[in-house]
């Protein structure tokens, strides 16, 4: 497989702040790891000369991009409508629960249109993957 045929794309919502939105990805990309099938991940284990062992990370491109918020509710829409892309989503029900159980009881009581989305993870074949993000901005600190 090439390292083009597949891509990761992170989406933060544009009225996130920085701090909040590092916390996002990386709960995300445990998520988009942990769901993901074996394809995802290069070597497991690098050995340095020193013999010094690091963990290896994923063999495809992985980019950060951020859009307005209901962009990033259509882009989780279309994506999940695609049975090929994985998706992590982040609503802001993460931010304001403590527990996993409290998280839980959060999401169950809403429909999914009264979400409020701050990020997502969206994973599979580049193509499919830049129909819904292609035309995303890539997000940095302004």
Partial sequence: ????????????ATNVEANIALNVIGHLAISIGKYSNEEIMGKKIITDKSGTNHLGISKFPFIITKVKPGKL???????????NLLVADYPKDMLDTRTDEELVKSISNKENEKLEYMGAIIYGDTKDVDEIT?????????
């Fill in 1 to 12: 497989m090439n390292y083009e045929d597949k891509k990761i794309v992170g989406i933060i």
């Fill in 134 to 142: 292609g035309k995303f901005q890539l997000w940095r600190i302004d």
């Fill in 73 to 83: 509710r259509n882009a989780i829409d279309k994506a999940k409508n695609n049975p």
